[in-house]
Structures are given as C-alpha cells and as structure tokens.
C-alpha cells in the first residue's frame, strides 16, 4: 500500500500536542489491559487507574485535531473522501486511516471506563451491566490496546512518509520511538495518579516502574539511532531552539533524570511517594518536548 502526502505545516500547540496526549492515553490503556490480562488481583488498582485516565485523554485528541484543521466543519473529510460526489474510505490516506483507528480506540477506552464506573459502584444502569456480563472485557480491552497502540505509532510513521528530510530519512524509526514514549508517558501518568491519590505505591506500581525504566532506555536507543540514521538531516534537532527542546527537554530532563531518580529511589529511606511523583513528571514532561521538537525541527528544513 502506497500512501499519499503533503508537506505539512503544523502548529506544535495542535498536532504536537494531540501526538503526545494520545500516547499517554494508549500507553497507559495498554498497561492497564497488559495488567488485567497477565496479572493477578494486586494489579488491579493499576488497571483501574490507568482506564480511568485513558479514556478522558483521548477525547481531547479530536478536539485539537479539528481545530488544526482550521475549517472544523469539514472534519467529516478525516474519515470520508468524496469522489464524483460520492463518500468513500480512503485507506491510502494515513491520516484518514490514524482517524479511524483513533475512533475505535475511543470506543474501546469508552466500554473500559464505563466498565470501571459500574465495578467501583459509581454507576447505576441495568442495560451496561447486562452488557458488560456478556462481554468480557478482556476481549475489548485486547482490541483498545491494539488500537491504541496503533495511534501512538501512525502517528510516527505520518511523520515518516511525509516529504520532509529529516523525517524521511529516519523511516520506521520515530514510529518506533513515539511507541516507545507513549509506554514510558503512560507508565508515567499512571504513577502520577497514584501518587497524588497517596496510594502505596511499594506494592502496587512496582511493576509500572520497571516497564518505564525499559522503555526509557528503548527510547534512548532509539534517539541514538535516528540521529545516526538522519545523518547530516539531523541538524535542527542537535541546535538552536529545538536542539536545546530536544537535548535538554526530552534526553536530559525527561529521561535521564527520571533513570537518575528512579534509581536512587529504590535505596533504603528514600521518599518513594515524592520521587515518584516527581520522577512521572519529569517523564511527561520529556515526552512532551519530544514530540514538539521533532514535529518543528523537521519543518524547518
């Protein structure tokens, strides 16, 4: 399948930003589902918290891509194009073919947080409850995590197949790498949660900071490995603003320290609850800076 594209110019504060929240979204829903289908009855609070989260971040998505758009009335066209006046489904188009996965994941995030509001006793409704008796919700959560993986990731490779040097050059790679921030961003947004609810954290998210420690040190692999990769391409990224976003912002703040402070967080006396939090937001904010500073760098050139 060959995809069509433009050159685009994107304004960080719409497409950047919806890059880095539908991560979160689907990184913290994968881990919830991940946990729910492998783990035991102690994971649960970490799959309640990160259904909860998932799903209210990826209803800001569609909001900042329409308003990208700058003619919100003609968002029917991410999903449909028209020939000879006739709507069809374009699945050439990776943008019409991310906005589709992006609905589905919605829908799935949806059912999982419904789900929760019915188990935690916070909703009332016979329908949803009969429904949710028949479905297993292992088998929507198993299509959301697909799904949502799917959007962290497409919107990567829209980055790579679009005619610009520095994202060209680098194709899989920052598709890769957004899969590989938005594990990291959704294990981080999950920790912050509990963190802020004061629940024990020792027991319960042990193994949410294991996975963010491997996916940060998979980002860095991967960082290094684009920069290789783009070669002389890699230029806006290695100076001026958007060097100082992307060394400063992603490498240095939002993963070394937050490696730094995981580590010394496991020592005897260290404030666990505080590093934590202070780790996850360091992680977010990392993962942030990342997305803007690739998405600007390579209009640039």
Not at 18 to 37: K, N, P, Q, T
Not at 121 to 140: D, Q
Not at 212 to 236: K, T
Not at 237 to 260: A, C, E, M, N, Q
Request: glycine share 10%; proline share 4%; aromatic share 14%.
């Amino acid at each position: 399948m060959s995809f069509e594209t433009q050159a685009p110019h994107w304004e960080w504060y719409y497409i950047a930003i919806y890059f880095f929240i539908g991560g979160v979204s689907a990184g913290a829903y994968f881990i919830g589902s991940l946990l729910e289908l492998l783990g035991s009855d102690k994971h649960r609070q970490i799959s309640r918290t990160a259904y909860y989260l998932a799903f209210p971040l990826i209803c800001i998505t569609p909001v900042l891509l329409i308003a990208d758009l700058g003619r919100p009335e003609r968002f029917w066209h991410l999903f449909f194009y028209t020939k000879e006046g006739i709507p069809y489904m374009n699945f050439t188009s990776p943008l019409s073919v991310g906005t589709w996965a992006l609905l589905v994941f919605g829908g799935m995030s949806l059912l999982s947080f419904l789900n929760n509001l019915i188990i935690d006793g916070r909703l009332k409704s016979p329908a949803l409850e009969g429904l949710f008796r028949h479905v297993p919700h292992k088998v929507y959560a198993v299509i959301g995590s697909f799904f949502g993986f799917f959007v962290a990731g497409y919107t990567g490779v829209l980055l790579n197949i679009t005619a610009r040097p520095l994202w060209a050059s680098t194709d899989p790679l920052i598709g890769s790498l957004f899969i590989a921030s938005a594990a990291s961003t959704g294990a981080a947004a999950i920790a912050l949660v509990m963190a802020w609810q004061k629940i024990s954290l020792r027991d319960a998210i042990k193994e949410v900071e294991v996975f963010d420690r491997v996916a940060m040190f998979f980002e860095l692999a991967l960082i290094a490995a684009m920069i290789v990769v783009a070669g002389r391409y890699s230029a806006p990224l290695l100076k001026g603003l958007y060097g100082l976003i992307f060394w400063g912002g992603t490498v240095v703040i939002g993963i070394l320290l937050p490696l730094g402070l995981n580590w010394y967080g496991r020592r005897p006396g260290a404030v666990g609850v505080s590093l934590t939090a202070l780790a996850a937001v360091l992680v977010l904010f990392g993962g942030a800076m990342l997305r803007i500073a690739i998405v600007q760098a390579g209009q640039l050139q």
